[in-house]
């Protein structure tokens, strides 16, 4: 199995995180420390200061063996590819990671995706719209899609209702994604989580549509705030109809800490509710790996 939504975070990384929202929201920084997700708690950032990147990964590994998770694809929350490769370092077999770019609106934003691919040995892009204030339609972003369309790694888009201490939801319609799509049809998107809470939006830009995957990543306990309060096996089973088992991968979008661990709830909870909707053993085993695998570690993601 691949779990191919999870997060590396370091303290630097969340330095930089509320440095970036202190900016865009001046004043921000005491609140979002003292209100924000449960990252900021005592204990998280015990962990995060007081563990390098190699236990970091040791721990990983650990708890990987434990879940039957041959590799996993790691998602950080602020441009330090340095630290992706030094983590991905202690198994290159089973730990991979994404390029994050500050400001992907930027002119040298494609610089920054191609070094992050090429020397620092990164396989994919996450853009997070209501929290980098931009939206995918912007023509200022399309060079950087031609450039992962070049390179050949994909990009996932967090759209939706986010537990980010702040996040401006203007920005959150997987509907901007429309153009993009059909612009850079040989460029690979994901929508996280199936679009948090923009499922009908998600499913609409299924239609004649080939380039677009979805993420089964999280509790996904938006459908909690949905009009429908969908069970999660209809989420399932309506994506499955749309896009195929071709194009849904599996992850549990887990932040390691020690209290915490693994979610392996989230991953047993998905396995049941495929497992539920009677598809083949073979389309199973692409949404549980067999899809990540093409789109991250083959050159032919199709
Ligand atoms: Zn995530």
């Known amino acids: ?24 929201y001046p004043g921000s920084d005491k609140k979002i420390r003292k209100s924000g997700h449960r990252i900021f708690d005592d204990e998280s950032m015990k962990y995060l200061s007081g563990t ?26 602020s441009q330090r590819p340095e630290q992706m490769r030094d983590f991905m370092a202690n198994s290159p077999e089973r730990l991979y990671g994404y390029v994050y770019i500050n400001d992907p609106a930027s002119p040298d934003a494609p610089d920054v995706l191609k070094s992050g691919v090429n020397e620092y040995g990164l396989c994919g892009l996450k853009l997070y719209p209501s929290i980098q204030l931009f939206h995918a339609y912007d023509k200022k972003l ?9 390179l050949g790694v994909p990009i996932t888009f967090h759209y939706g209702i986010t537990h980010a201490p702040m996040a401006d939801y203007r920005y959150t319609n997987p509907l901007d994604l429309q153009l993009p799509l059909r612009l850079f049809p040989k460029l690979n998107f994901i929508i996280a989580h199936f679009g948090a809470g923009f499922f009908r939006e998600v499913c609409l830009l299924g239609y004649h549509t080939k380039n677009l995957y ?8 938006w459908t909690e705030y949905t009009p429908e309060n969908w069970k999660l096996k209809e989420i399932f089973k309506r994506s ?6 071709q194009r849904i991968v599996f992850g549990t979008d887990t932040v390691l800490r020690p209290d915490t661990g693994y979610r392996t709830s989230i991953m047993k909870e998905q396995i049941n509710v495929v497992e539920s909707l009677g598809i083949s053993s073979e389309e199973r085993d692409l949404i549980f790996g067999g899809n990540a695998k093409r ?7 199709g």
């Open 240 to 245: 499955i109809e749309i896009y195929s088992p």
């Open 214 to 221: 979805l993420d089964t990543s999280g509790t996904n306990n």
């Open 52 to 77: 390098n990147l190699k236990e970091k990964a040791d721990d990983w590994l650990k708890v990987m063996d434990e879940n039957g998770i041959e590799k996993a694809v790691f998602l950080p929350i």
């Open 1 to 24: 199995m691949i779990d191919a939504h999870v997060h590396l975070i370091t303290m630097e990384m969340l330095e930089d995180a509320v440095k970036r929202f202190e900016k865009h």
């Open 295 to 301: 789109l991250y570690f083959t050159s032919s993601a």
């Open 142 to 150: 399309f060079a950087l899609y031609e450039e992962a369309q070049g």
